[in-house]
């Protein structure tokens, strides 16, 4: 691993050096500082640190770690906040910087940093998290070190900003619409359009179970497309195509409307089910509704124009068996023969020599094609060298999950080639899931920073990038 927060107690972090949000004197008051104390020696510990003297902020000094799981205790004294105007950012940037640099002289291979400066010196924590962040990332770049963001509290991790107040908003978002979806079996948006009157196209991710419930919605307004083209009269009827019953002055009982539009509904069940070249699916659906025209007409004209039953019934022969010259359609023109039913079932070898390149092969061809070098995408998927050389060295390699999506990050993939990069290696991204979502939602920003993106999953508890 290369860089990750946790929430923990520093003094139980196991490092090769701890860092000590330390008092200018050789002293210990509250704090981290006196938790390390504590948990060190604080005599032992004390006795090091007046060796030392006093520390300038922004500097950094080291002695043993003694009783603490660690072998260095880095010392070093954050800025007191003011107004931001005093040179606080500057000073804050030194600790860290200053820090990283004194573990790498000692030999060191992974640190553990608190906050520095959030606690009794005052110091804004969105923006001390934001400059510890960029420190580490701009020092991990030229060096491997394993470092650890240490946060005591959640009250001490603090997000801000445009670009995270996002978040929040777009995971909602889909967490509703996946909701929806999951129980009535059709998404928020095409229930809406139906229910405004338009049609929604079904997307080709819903299950067998929840386009059946939107064919069966479709099928009953078709029919009631049907049934208001019947109360008004077909083109074959007003051309003598299909002769219609004489019609009755009188008005119909609701209850023979009803009837009508039941036995209207049932002919297209019946159509469906003798010939299978009848789509209800978006097209014809779309169709049928543009072609619906309401028109203003008086009693008497709708009278006059009404079709029987049987009219209906013979349009509906018509548009199912006949072709558009009225003569019999051929058994194959609606017997919907597909391209798979036509074509020989292949065999399992012929299926073996169409396999397309495993993630890994995929991964190095992008490497190369993006103009980056190894070194620089693994460190901005923030994996270390090993697993590098690892994925490097076996073309089947298996990576988990978060790895293979910290690699998309860091070749800046676009949503839809990091859905198929996914795909190469057996995952997909998931509307249920709260990492996908903020994965998802950043790389609809165009932002593929593995680090930034790292510190909103832990502000909603989801497993780091890369670690």
Not at 82 to 95: M, N, Q
Not at 144 to 159: G, H, P, Y
Request: proline share 4%; with cysteine; charged share 30%.
């Amino acid at each position: 691993m290369a860089f990750q927060i946790i929430r923990n107690d520093i003094t139980k972090v196991k490092a090769d050096a701890i860092v000590n949000t330390a008092n200018p004197k050789p002293k210990y008051v509250s704090g981290v500082d006196y938790a390390i104390y504590t948990a060190a020696g604080a005599e032992k510990l004390l006795a090091e640190r007046q060796k030392i003297g006093d520390i300038i902020p922004g500097q950094a000094a080291a002695t043993p770690a003694f009783a603490l799981p660690a072998k260095h205790i880095i010392h070093t004294v954050g800025p007191a906040w003011i107004d931001g105007k005093h040179g606080e950012t500057d000073t804050l940037r030194s600790c860290y910087a200053n820090s990283l640099a004194l573990a790498q002289k000692l030999g060191c291979e992974s640190i553990a940093f608190p906050l520095i400066a959030t606690g009794v010196e005052g110091f804004p924590k969105s923006e001390a998290l934001q400059i510890a962040v960029r420190v580490i990332v701009e020092f991990l770049a030229n060096a491997d070190m394993e470092i650890t963001l240490v946060v005591f509290d959640e009250a001490s991790f603090v997000l801000s900003g445009s670009l995270f107040s996002g978040v929040d908003a777009f995971i909602d978002n889909n967490y509703a619409d996946d909701r929806f979806e999951s129980e009535y079996g059709v998404g928020m948006a095409e229930m809406s359009a139906v229910q405004a009157g338009n049609a929604a196209p079904v997307s080709s991710a819903v299950s067998d179970d929840a386009e059946e419930v939107v064919n069966k919605r479709r099928r009953s307004l078709f029919a009631d497309v049907l049934f208001r083209r019947g109360k008004r009269g077909s083109k074959e009827s007003a051309q003598g195509m299909v002769p219609a019953r004489p019609h009755k002055e009188e008005t119909k009982p609701l209850e023979e409307y009803e009837e009508e539009r039941e036995e209207s509904e049932e002919l297209c069940e019946e159509a469906i089910e003798d010939s299978a070249e009848v789509s209800f699916g978006e097209a014809s659906f779309e169709k049928a509704l543009e072609e619906e025209v309401f028109e203003e007409k008086t009693f008497e004209e709708s009278q006059a124009k009404a079709p029987t039953l049987e009219n209906r019934e013979a349009e509906t022969f018509r548009k199912v068996v006949l072709d558009e010259d009225n003569s019999f359609a051929s058994p194959m023109s609606f017997s919907r023969p597909t391209e798979e039913a036509a074509k020989p079932k292949r065999t399992l070898d012929e299926l073996m020599k169409q396999v397309s390149e495993t993630w890994q092969e995929s991964l190095l061809r992008m490497i190369d094609e993006r103009g980056y070098t190894d070194t620089e995408v693994y460190k901005r998927a923030n994996v270390d060298r090993k697993l590098f050389s690892k994925i490097r060295s076996n073309v089947n390699y298996q990576p988990k999950k978060i790895t293979a999506m910290a690699f998309a990050l860091a070749l800046h993939l676009s949503l839809d080639e990091t859905r198929d990069f996914l795909r190469r290696a057996g995952y997909a991204l998931s509307p249920s899931s709260r990492f996908d979502l903020i994965v998802e939602y950043f790389i609809e920003q165009e932002v593929w920073d593995t680090y930034t993106i790292n510190l909103a999953l832990f502000d909603h508890n989801q497993p780091l990038l890369g670690v």
